[in-house]
């Protein structure tokens, strides 16, 4: 029997890569099958990871961190043979890079992730795959635009300054410098994210608290993304609100709109992406059985993760789907009706405790693997 393996990673504790030796080292204690392994994820932390794991190479560059002046060593894939570089923001102005009380996002830019895209084409990439979650900024893609070759003025004709905050000040836009190496090539945006750049729903109101912007602070960032819109949209000759209402356009900060509007970006569901550069579906072909999972089980599984797409694609073919995580929160009702023949959490199905299973998850999971493949591969 051939056991398809495709986990993302158990968050804060185990990558997928080590996920999938854990459970592997089990299934094959147990015997009785063949492994084939397909690294997921879903545009959040881990997408690089499952690039990698793919056959794509690392590159590593020195760029801006989450605030100016600030400098960091980041991280993507590339495949020269594809010219197709995978991106993540967060390895440039990540909000998993600092502190809680080091928290500004009214003074954290986007720079760091235009200097990125600006590596990744000179290396001569020709499609970026950029994965949006994490960022620590809440500044429209103000400074990814500025890091691309786009001027953003006050009223003196002065560069603007970096963050969010400063977008209160904005009084012009010239998108004529933009990098001329960016012709032609073609951005693809991996998140689930749908909120809008502005309002209720957009970048300040529903992320800007997490990073760290006070209760004053949000509505006044929500104007200024809004000044921001209305200044590029205008500059771009397009009805207010073209891109700026677009389904995504508040992702990591607002970047989402920079990306859409000013490299004519499109946006994807990450897994959807991530399943393309990975190989999942040719690997699916393969399987008798598919095994997938990640940290937590929960509600927002069902809304766009990785094991989710992935119960959607192997119940479509009739497969069975086991998961396997740390800690689950789902009804059984709830995880059949989103294709999971069965959960296994460690955290419940083994003697593990929560800490236990935090500080050394390995041996409960190859005890699970082992359960899985007793119960379901004999």
Sequence with gaps: MKVLLAVDKFKGTLTGAQLTEALTAGLEGAGGCEVITC???????????????????????????????????????????????????????????????????????????????????????????????GSASTDGGAG???????????????????GGGALGQ???????????????????????????????SGAAAVYGPQKGATEEQVPQLDQNLQKLADAVE?????????????????????????????????????????FEFTGFHRALEQADIVITGEGKFDEQTLQGKGPAGVAAEASARNLPVIAVCGISELSAAQAHDAGFTAVYSVVGDTQATLEESLANPRPYLQELAATIASTHLS
């Design 170 to 200: 904005l009084a012009s836009v010239d998108v004529a410098g933009l990098d001329e190496r960016l012709a032609g090539v073609e951005i693809i945006m991996a998140s689930d994210v749908t909120n809008p750049l502005c309002g209720p």
């Design 234 to 274: 205008e500059t771009l000759n397009v009805s207010r609100g073209t891109f700026a209402d677009s389904p995504g356009a508040g992702a990591a900060g607002g970047l989402g709109f920079a990306c859409l509007s000013v490299l004519g970006a499109t946006m994807r569901p990450g897994v959807d992406v991530c």
């Design 144 to 162: 990814l635009m500025q890091a691309l070759g786009v001027k953003l003025q006050d009223a003196d004709g002065r560069d603007l300054a970096p």
């Design 39 to 133: 690294p997921i994820a879903d545009g959040g932390d881990g997408t690089v990871d499952a690039a990698l794991a793919a056959g794509y190479s690392e590159v590593t560059c020195t760029v801006t961190g989450p605030f100016a002046g600030q400098s960091v060593t980041a991280r993507y894939a590339y495949s020269p043979a594809e010219r197709t570089a995978v991106l993540e923001i967060a390895e440039a102005g990540g909000i998993a890079r600092l502190r809680e009380d080091q928290l500004d996002t009214w003074r954290a830019t986007s720079f760091g992730a235009g200097e990125l895209v600006l590596h990744a084409v000179g290396a001569g990439a020709r499609t970026l795959i950029i994965g949006l979650g």
